[in-house]
Structure formats: structure tokens, C-alpha cells
């Protein structure tokens, strides 16, 4: 199931496409300024983005551009304004399709499945969550362009915590994730000890961790840094 953010600061018109898509079985997020468009991104594992070009807190087409400094997600940019330097300015900083105000949500509709359908022909399937992306093809994790060497286990701990990303899971959540082919099992020392190996990879302080959290008595959460 395909997930959508909406960033978009017009409420009617943000709920109108939201209805519009989860009609059709996409899980839409939806965010009114860039704020809190970044805070989802960060927190889950969208897969298109329809982004408004005048924002409350800021330029879209910028936003556009920082995305495109770390993931390849699909972005179809909105505007108020047609103006041909508006569509130019977004295609180049990384658009990938521009549709100018009013429009037609079927028309609206009909771009979204074009391009995620021409974006996942082909493509390796690769799990964005704020400055990581962990690419299940390579089993290979990056921070931006830097690989950051992992084993096995730790992939498939990150795995599982990234594509449920923002969702607290139990030790018993995860631990059922990290059986591997042979059927070996991974016990709850041998979590904790993965868990402390990825913050020492992925956190700039591992003993106050803000991308991999601890909610004691339960289990963890990926947060991506937020």
C-alpha cells in the first residue's frame, strides 16, 4: 500500500485530496508547512509527495531541492501561479511533475499512479527515512552518500524498525522479525547488544540515542533523528 504526503497550507484542498486518494487505497499524511512536512518525512516511509509551492514557513521549490540532496521520492509540485519560470524553477530543483491551481483531481489522480508506476519499474526497492535509506537490494544502509557498514543482523533489525518507523514496537515485535533462513534465533541480549551497535553507528551522542529510542517496558521506536 502506497503512502502520500499532502504538504499543502490550504485545509479544504488538502482534506479533498486526501479523501480523493484513500478512496483508492493509498495511506495519505497530510502537513500545512514545511515544519511539519520534514517531521513526516522523517517519521515514515512515504512513498510520493504532492507539494505545494507557497508554503507558510517557506519556499517549496526549496524544500524540493533539500529532499532531493537525500532521497529520490517522487515530488509533483503545486502552484497558484502560472508562470512558466514557477515550473521551470521546480523541475530543476528536482520536481518530478508540476500541476498549476485549479486542477482536476482525477487529472491529479491519473499523474500520481503514472509516476509512481514509471518510478518503481526497475527500480531497487529502497526504505527513506529522513538522512538514511537502507537499500533491501544491497542489504546496504547510507547516511546522505556515506555507506555505513552493517551486519546481517543489524540490517535486518534496521529493516524492520524503519518500514515501521514512528511506531513503537515491542521487544517481542522485533524479535520475531530477526529469525533468519536457517531458523536460528535471536534472543534479547543478543537485540540489546545489535541495538547498542547501531547507535554507536548511527547517533552523534549513542547515550541520549534520538534515532533509535528506548520506551522502557516496551521496546523501541525509529525516529530518524527527530
Avoid at 126 to 152: H, M, N, Q, W
Amino acid at each position: 500500500m502506497k503512502s502520500i504526503l499532502i504538504l499543502e497550507d490550504d485545509e479544504n484542498l488538502s482534506r479533498g485530496m486526501a479523501f480523493t486518494f484513500e478512496k483508492d487505497g493509498y495511506i495519505t499524511l497530510a502537513a500545512g508547512c514545511i515544519t511539519e512536512g520534514k517531521q513526516v518525512l522523517k517519521q515514515h516511509n512515504i512513498d510520493l509527495v504532492i507539494l505545494d509551492l507557497g508554503l507558510p514557513d517557506g519556499n517549496g521549490i526549496d524544500l524540493c531541492r533539500e529532499i532531493r540532496t537525500y532521497s529520490k521520492i517522487p515530488i509533483i509540485m503545486l502552484t497558484a501561479r502560472d508562470l512558466e519560470t514557477d515550473e521551470v524553477s521546480g523541475l530543476l530543483a528536482g520536481a518530478d511533475d508540476y500541476i498549476t491551481k485549479p486542477f482536476s483531481l482525477s487529472v491529479l489522480k491519473a499523474r500520481v499512479q503514472a509516476l509512481l508506476r514509471r518510478t518503481g519499474e526497475g527500480s531497487r526497492h529502497v526504505i527513506y527515512c529522513g538522512k538514511f535509506r537502507l537499500d533491501t537490494d544491497l542489504c546496504k544502509l547510507f547516511k546522505e552518500d556515506e555507506e555505513i557498514p552493517i551486519s546481517a543482523t543489524e540490517y535486518r533489525l534496521l529493516s524492520f524498525l524503519m518500514t515501521n518507523a514512528g511506531q513503537v514496537l515491542s521487544k517481542e515485535q522485533i524479535l520475531s522479525s530477526l529469525w533468519d533462513n536457517e531458523g536460528n534465533f535471536v534472543d534479547e541480549n543478543t537485540l540489546a547488544v545489535n541495538i547498542s551497535r547501531l547507535r554507536a553507528k548511527l547517533e552523534g551522542d549513542p547515550k541520549n540515542p534520538r534515532t533509535i529510542k528506548t520506551i522502557h517496558g516496551i521496546g523501541y521506536i525509529w525516529t530518524g533523528g527527530v
